[in-house]
């Protein structure tokens, strides 16, 4: 399954920034539960690689794990050979993309300006990460859209809460990041779920076309 499908199925990546291999199995039949398809690990999280081994191991043909914060070549590799299928970066950089595409992973590089973002699609980007999201508005992200290229994947990342997805969906999001108002280091598998099952019911009544499980 695309990026784009798993987007189609539920629009949201949860962003496990600081995620142990510990917490890992909890977290992640919390977030199944809740319905979310797709799972980010930041690489600055301890010991990463494991985290997503285990993850990804446990992942159907539904469940989309991701590697985030990837800044290197070297680091998109191990990423893939521990079973990430989803490369995220914070920034814009084509051979790490190149590099991520090599081994068959879907990638969402960061981009602040459209510079970075005809860059990236350039590269090979399979869709859009605004970051950070706080500093990029929806009024940026809809004139984006009078530029990029039709059916381009923007996903605001950063600062992205239950409060305000309503506007970036109006202004033409396709989906949202979701990181420190879902997952905080050491939080109980519980309050993520229920933070989890908030940000779906959101996501639901912002997008009526996806499917209901």
Known sequence: MSLRRHLAALPLVAILRGLTPEE???AFAALVKAGFGII???LNSPQPFETISYLADRAGADLLIGAGTVLSVEEARAAAQAGARLMVAPNCDPPV????????MATLPGVATPSEA???LKAGA???KLFPAELLPPAALKAWRAVLPAGTLLLPVGGVTLANMADYAAAGADGFGI???LYK???AASELEDRARAFVKRC???FPAIPRS
């Open 24 to 26: 890992a199995p909890d």
């Open 40 to 42: 980010e690990v930041p």
């Open 97 to 104: 993309i190149a590099a991520a595409k090599a081994h068959g």
């Open 118 to 120: 005809f860059a990236a």
């Open 126 to 128: 399979d869709g859009l």
């Open 179 to 181: 990181g420190s108002a």
């Open 185 to 187: 280091p050491g939080m």
């Open 204 to 206: 639901r009544e912002l």
